[in-house]
Nanobody, 119 residues
Framework: QVQLVESGGGLVQAGGSLRLSCAAS????????MGWYRQAPGNQREMVAI???????HYADSVKGRFTISRDTAKNTVYLQMSSLKPEDTAVYYC?????????????WGQGTQVTVSS
């Protein structure tokens, strides 16, 4: 069984920084993609940043230049460094991973962590 455990959310003033972490555990053969999504009240869940196994990264236009995604492959952990935070970044942030267990790949989600940016 695979689990994603997130940490690092909280309350911060506009212009501040936060760092989110997400660790995958279980019978993991490999990880294709790890990333972060967010969902604000009344909005659909949207991609924030993803890190692909080939080393490439992709960001939503709204966070480019402010957020940085990184991975520690040895620890099966992905990080999201968020800087210059804005009130519109307020949302529940979810970790996502496409993980290979045995011969099968599947998508997994963390439980979500609240990020609140005050103006």
């Amino acid at each position: 069984q695979v689990q994603l455990v997130e940490s690092g959310g909280g309350l911060v003033q506009a212009g501040g920084s936060l760092r989110l972490s997400c660790a995958a555990s279980g019978s993991i053969t490999g990880i294709n993609v790890m990333g972060w999504y967010r969902q604000a009240p009344g909005n659909q869940r949207e991609m924030v940043a993803i890190s692909i196994s080939d080393g490439s990264t992709h960001y939503a236009d709204s966070v480019k230049g402010r957020f940085t995604i990184s991975r520690d492959t040895a620890k099966n952990t992905v990080y999201l460094q968020m800087s210059s935070l804005k009130p519109e970044d307020t949302a529940v942030y979810y970790c996502h991973a496409n993980i290979i267990t045995g011969l099968r790949a599947a998508n997994y989600w963390g439980q979500g962590t609240q990020v609140t940016v005050s103006s």
